[in-house]
């Protein structure tokens, strides 16, 4: 039956145009903004996740800054550390010549005590941002110890991240390596003495220089994946959220097509009613 009353075809077409229609501008809104879901509209349950990932991402960035910052620290204590093995390997050639009778122990003593100065200089200035590996006072507040932020470990989708530290010791040199106190050469007794306490000096020197070399690797290592854990979890956002822009395209190819063939449609719909004049002729 024809209705001049109602068009049925033609309120069909009207809300097939309207379905394409939105479908058009949706595809074209993800092209142009490059999110298939960038609002919590769009896809709520995805849109939390990745505000959640994202917010963890600002989070593990700013981590990298922390360990950047840690690992220079160490690196200048490890620096230090290891100049100040050399300077007291040059003092034990040193001895080593002064236990021989006929040479000038006062010469040889007054060297020593130039490389002991040094050795105290370089534990002095081997800070960075305020922190002191080699003193008895990391902070100049007491602290025994630099604590660089490495992680944030979370536990379930709603769990409050945790922080993790990475602890690195203070060899304190100042206490540990007294130099200053060795005893004085003036003969082969003397340099004989002086020997023995700079090996135990030393080994203290050796073990100090190691420990800040293996924090500093640590401290590098976990700067390195934290780097990785940051990428790897922008690529997993970018799979929940951003347009597939192949995809897309032949998406909005279509819908375009469509579009045209609902309007060829609706006119025809629209036509259909001025057909019934030719009953009346």
Request: net charge negative.
């Given at each position: 039956?024809?209705?001049?009353?109602?068009?049925?075809?033609?309120?069909?077409?009207?809300?097939?145009?309207?379905?394409?229609?939105?479908?058009l501008?949706?595809?074209?809104?993800?092209?142009?903004?490059?999110?298939?879901?960038?609002?919590?509209?769009?896809?709520?349950?995805?849109?939390?996740?990745?505000?959640?990932?994202?917010?963890?991402i600002?989070?593990?960035?700013?981590?990298?800054?922390?360990?950047?910052?840690?690992?220079?620290?160490?690196?200048?204590?490890?620096?230090?550390?290891?100049?100040?093995?050399?300077?007291?390997?040059?003092?034990?050639?040193?001895?080593?010549?002064?236990?021989?009778?006929?040479v000038?122990?006062?010469?040889?003593?007054?060297?020593?005590?130039?490389?002991?100065?040094?050795?105290?200089?370089?534990?002095?200035?081997?800070q960075?941002?305020?922190?002191?590996?080699?003193?008895?006072?990391?902070?100049?507040?007491?602290?025994?110890?630099?604590?660089?932020?490495?992680?944030?470990?979370?536990?379930?989708?709603?769990?409050?991240?945790?922080?993790?530290?990475?602890s690195?010791?203070?060899?304190?040199?100042?206490?540990?390596?007294?130099?200053?106190?060795?005893?004085?050469?003036?003969?082969?007794?003397?340099?004989?003495?002086?020997?023995?306490?700079?090996?135990?000096?030393?080994?203290?020197?050796?073990?100090?220089?190691?420990?800040?070399?293996?924090?500093?690797?640590?401290i590098?290592d976990?700067?390195?994946f934290?780097?990785?854990?940051?990428?790897?979890?922008?690529?997993?956002?970018?799979?929940?959220?951003?347009?597939?822009?192949?995809?897309a395209?032949?998406?909005?190819?279509?819908?375009?097509?469509?579009?045209?063939?609902?309007?060829?449609?609706?006119?025809?719909?629209?036509?259909?009613?001025?057909?019934?004049?030719?009953?009346?002729?």
């Amino acid at each position: 039956m024809t209705s001049i009353l109602t068009n049925n075809g033609a309120m069909v077409a009207l809300q097939t145009l309207q379905s394409v229609n939105n479908n058009l501008t949706d595809a074209q809104n993800e092209i142009s903004t490059g999110k298939r879901v960038g609002q919590a509209s769009d896809n709520a349950a995805v849109w939390a996740i990745s505000k959640t990932m994202e917010s963890d991402i600002a989070g593990f960035e700013a981590i990298s800054e922390s360990l950047a910052v840690g690992e220079a620290t160490v690196a200048v204590a490890s620096a230090g550390a290891e100049q100040i093995v050399e300077k007291l390997t040059e003092m034990k050639e040193l001895i080593v010549s002064a236990q021989s009778e006929n040479v000038d122990h006062a010469k040889i003593q007054a060297d020593i005590t130039k490389k002991s100065d040094q050795i105290l200089s370089i534990i002095s200035a081997a800070q960075f941002n305020g922190a002191n590996l080699l003193s008895d006072d990391v902070d100049g507040n007491g602290a025994t110890a630099l604590g660089v932020l490495a992680s944030l470990d979370r536990v379930g989708a709603t769990g409050v991240p945790t922080p993790t530290l990475i602890s690195v010791a203070s060899v304190d040199f100042v206490t540990n390596l007294d130099v200053a106190g060795m005893t004085s050469i003036s003969d082969s007794t003397t340099a004989a003495t002086a020997l023995g306490e700079l090996e135990a000096l030393m080994i203290v020197a050796i073990d100090g220089a190691a420990a800040l070399g293996a924090d500093s690797a640590r401290i590098s290592d976990q700067g390195e994946f934290v780097s990785k854990l940051t990428d790897a979890m922008k690529m997993g956002v970018s799979s929940m959220t951003d347009t597939d822009m192949e995809e897309a395209s032949a998406r909005l190819k279509a819908l375009q097509t469509q579009q045209q063939l609902a309007v060829q449609s609706l006119s025809i719909a629209n036509s259909a009613p001025e057909s019934i004049m030719q009953l009346f002729r």
